[in-house]
């Protein structure tokens, strides 16, 4: 959903996205001499109005005009000097959070001859009514994680140490037990990390969970990485209660590891929960451990009521502290008995048939993809393990999807590398060589990284791993992230703001090897709102990724070669930041365009 308002030749745009808004600006060129940047406020439902923060601030804030009752980096006394922004409420600002109807005001601010800012005018400032909650249309809700722990903002809250789990990480553990202290000496329990890191994920899952409980529901669950350790508690209460079956993944990276020197066996976590649940398990509760040709990959909750699925959970979303806590995911939740009838089928199917993956490829189940016309809005959703010949098909109308596309792709794609099977990945990787259209990728193995260069109109692909990011001030550094996946989505958004959008998500890695021995499911959403909750995710991690990869520093630190340190960063006191969204050579300009 988007809205937008102009007063005066300043134009604002509010895009909604789940429980965050991108705010757009555009101004006739004529307003941009001595632009100095935007100052941006809001008001949530029944609190007063605040300051957003920038990162950034003057050189030295005491020439400008300042609020002196807002620090140097508060928007008022140091404006943002980009043409969007993404507002998330809660993500550094200590505000207490609350969702409902805001409104943003927005405001224009200009420097003097001299390159002094001058004071806010309010008679410039633009107010626009937004609605910041949890995204939900219709039968479907969507969730996010935040999946941020390389950023300044969990730096913020929790320091620049990432401890997610007790030390002999158990299979369950009390989390509301302090888990560390941050750099203001404040202590933090995991629950405290859980619930900013799962963001709105976890509380999708965890209503689902209370949900389940409170009507007596049952669960038919597939899982891969499992260890969440609430999730562990509440499956095996319901193990317990007879009311869960549950396929969990038994590929060689979730059994024990034996140490070859020592001989001593490491137990995975899915491994000691399968133990856990058969010995508390009643009635009809059922775990069968397999991984098709070669994963069982799937992350799903069939709910069902009376043994008729009646709500489905499904996305990239692993049912993990890394998944949940780590990774950028998304879920998505279908409170449609159709959909979620649809799912119960593949779960029958793969249950009755330990997970084969040759008898799955054989099923009517893989062999087509499901069609939802009739739906609002307009949906697919495609099973693996399939063929080879279904899978390439199926794969190939995706890619022609992709570059054919006029306006804009924005994706988030685990891994996007040379050794990943095509034909998907190869489209994009070469996206931005595409100068007709806005494009905008990120993956943890990109094969090759793009950045913004000004003058230029390429797109941008970066990659959520930056080796060796090392922030200029007045950023501080940030937690060195060793385990799993930054960027753990697998979607692709096309045309988000035209009548034709689409955004293709789930659990598919999206190659064509994975599409043929993985259990798996493709969905396409054909639906502007959906699409642009899609790609503001992608917009948020290609933003944030971008700048920590134009901050890497590869130079290894011995003796003669000392640590680099980067060149403080400031503000400009000119409206130079500015020339590039209004020269049509230039990538900014694509993106002002795009958004405004």
Known sequence: ???????????????????????????????????????????????????????????????????????????????????????????????????????????????????????????????????????????????????????????????????????????????????????????????????WSGFTARKRIFDLLAEIEKDKLSVDVFAYDFNEPDIVAAFLKLAAAGRIRMILDSAALHLDKKNKKTGKVSPSPENLFTTAFNKVKTGDAAIQRGKYGRYAHDKVFILKKDGTPVKLLTGSTNFSVTGMYVNSNHLLIFSDPDIAGLYGQVFDKSWADNESAPDFSKSTLATQAFHFPAKNPTMDFAFSPHSEDFAKSYLDAITTRIISEKSSVLFAVMDTGDNGTGPIFPALRGLHTNQAIFSYGISDNPGGITLYKPGSKTGVIVTGKPISAQLPPPFNQEASVGIGHQVHHKFVVCGFNTANAEVFCGSSNLALGGEQENGDNLISIRDQDVATVFALEALALVDHFHFRDANQVIKKTTAKAPKIVQKPVFLYHTNKWALSYYDTNDFHYTDRMLFR
């Open 1 to 195: 959903m988007q809205t937008s308002v102009n007063k005066n030749g300043f134009s604002v745009r509010a895009y909604t996205g789940d429980a965050k808004t991108l705010l757009t600006f555009d101004l006739v060129k004529t307003k941009t001499a001595n632009l100095a940047g935007f100052t941006i406020s809001c008001t949530p439902p029944g609190q007063p109005e605040y300051y957003i923060y920038n990162l950034l601030q003057f050189k030295d804030p005491s020439v400008h005009a300042q609020n002196k009752t807002e620090p140097a980096n508060s928007s008022i006394n140091a404006p943002i000097q980009k043409f969007r922004w993404l507002h998330v409420p809660g993500n550094l600002k200590n505000e207490n959070l609350k969702y409902g109807g805001y409104i943003y005001h927005a405001t224009p601010r200009y420097f003097d001859d001299k390159g002094i800012l001058l004071p806010l005018d309010k008679s410039l400032t633009a107010d626009i009514k937004v609605n910041v909650d949890y995204f939900s249309s219709g039968t479907i809700a969507l969730g996010f994680t935040r999946g941020f722990v390389q950023s300044q903002a969990f730096e913020h809250h929790f320091g620049k140490t990432l401890v997610l789990q007790p030390k002999s990480r158990p299979l369950q553990f009390d989390t509301s037990q302090e888990a560390g202290k941050n750099a203001d000496g404040n202590p933090f329990t995991y629950m405290d990390e859980y619930t």
